[in-house]
């Protein structure tokens, strides 16, 4: 007797494998002045498995991205990025379906990391950076969670999201992370915050595009240093609470105790830049052509 049940699975998985296995091939040149890593094809077999209400019904993950190389340059940035931080490698898996969008990055308490394809190559569209910006944002959360962070609360998650944005600011700065020039990395986070929500009154507000500009941009500034993510949680939100949002935030008063001179003097050498930016009188282009 024939079992339709078992040939019926045999058929759904043989097709899911000849996905994961026949992406196209999206001619990017990966060329980092920083050697990446490349790790052997047998780290990124397919895994499939239910995915959550996040994602369509017919969404599945694994963890493999568009080809070969992309997925060992973005891995080999997970990993980049969680060493910046000091944090075991987060785990990553990517977000396919075929019928519906995944216009999504979340990251999650329990530590790890679910990336949709659809904003992967929409990032990519300007720039291999700009998905590595994504990640390190996504990776700041799993340092909020991991150290009880930010130390800055509010009735949103604004501040949450806007230090995750200080954090990837950081990682593309470190000499020792992306070391990216802002020449590739203002395209990048541009892709990002015009895609962040607006309302003040969601739950899941992120900043507006101003605010996110700003706040990336003093992580970039604080990339000079290399801080731990307590420290850079305390400088970000001291000079965040005091002179970029001022009148949006009740804030307490702060002493500039425990701040380090060099730092303190360098970051306040920045500030009407940083101002501006949140207000707007630097735009969005501006933005892009600082340096």
């Known amino acids: 007797m024939i079992n339709y049940l078992k ?5 759904i998985m043989s097709l899911f494998i000849f996905s994961c296995q026949q992406e196209e091939d999206v001619s990017t040149d990966l060329e980092q002045s920083n050697a990446i890593e490349q790790l052997s094809e047998k780290d990124f077999s397919c895994v499939y498995s239910f995915v959550d209400n996040n994602w369509g019904p017919n969404a ?14 973005i891995y080999a940035h997970n990993s980049r ?5 000091g944090i075991p490698t987060v785990p990553l898996s990517f977000i396919h379906d075929n019928s519906g969008p995944t216009f999504n990055a979340l990251s999650f308490s329990s530590g790890r990391i679910d990336y949709g394809e659809d904003i992967y190559r929409q990032a990519l569209s300007k720039g291999v950076i ?25 009735n949103t998650v604004r501040a ?48 507006t595009p101003r605010q996110r500009r700003s706040a990336t941009r003093l992580g970039w500034y604080l990339g000079q240093y290399d801080l731990t993510p307590r420290n850079f949680d305390n400088y970000f939100f001291y000079y965040y609470n005091q002179y970029v949002l001022p009148g949006n935030l009740k804030i307490a008063d702060q002493k500039r105790k425990g701040l ?27 933005f892009i052509n600082l340096d």
């Open 60 to 73: 599945y993950r694994n963890n493999f991205i568009i080809n070969q190389a992309h997925t060992n340059f």
């Open 260 to 286: 380090d001179a060099k730092i303190d003097a360098f970051i306040a050498s920045k500030l009407e830049e940083l101002v501006k930016l949140n207000t707007g009188e630097l735009d969005a282009d501006d």
């Open 160 to 207: 949450t999201e806007l230090e995750a944005d200080g954090y990837a600011g950081y990682y593309l700065k470190r000499p020792n992370g992306y070391n990216a020039t802002w020449t590739e990395a203002g395209p990048a986070f541009a892709f990002a915050f015009d895609i962040g929500d607006f309302s003040t009154s969601s739950p899941d507000h992120h900043g």
């Open 130 to 154: 700009a998905p590595v910006a994504i990640l390190a944002h996504e990776i700041g959360h799993q340092l909020q969670y991991r150290y009880n962070l930010p130390t800055r609360q509010e």
């Open 7 to 11: 040939i019926s699975v045999l058929i």
């Open 81 to 85: 990025i969680a060493s910046l931080f």
